[in-house]
């Protein structure tokens, strides 16, 4: 399968991309369009999860550019692992088990792009 090693880096946009705007319209379930997106609207303020919704919105709108890539990344992966442990933990070991997974997955993949950064195809370029 090393044949697809030649389209790493259109992949890894791909994923960039992606997950930034999926993390986007979390953001955006909880702040501006939750009717739409059939969030659960959290009220502005200086609230946990006020201040979850605020850095989903522009944490992935900047992976999503591929600006501040690492930094946004890197918070986002933060946020991800707060919410799992302080939401989701209290429900058991297993995130499959507490409804964390996704959760986890966020975290890590943010991560990834955190030490990865945006890639050719970003406007950092790193």
Do not use: W
């Amino acid at each position: 399968m090393k044949f697809l090693s030649r389209y790493e880096a259109n992949a890894y946009f791909l994923l960039r991309i992606i997950f930034g705007f999926l993390f986007t319209c979390h953001g955006l379930q909880k702040t501006f369009l939750p009717h739409l997106l059939h969030g659960h609207p959290v009220h502005p303020g200086l609230t946990l999860d006020f201040l979850g919704a605020v850095i989903e919105l522009v944490a992935g709108l900047l992976i999503f550019l591929g600006l501040f890539t690492r930094l946004a990344a890197f918070i986002a992966s933060g946020e991800m692992a707060v919410a799992y442990f302080m939401v989701h933990a209290k429900g058991g070991f297993f995130p499959i088990v507490n409804e964390g997974e996704r959760a986890v997955i966020y975290c890590f993949v943010a991560l990834y792009i955190a030490c990865r950064g945006a890639g050719r195809f970003g406007i950092d370029r790193s």
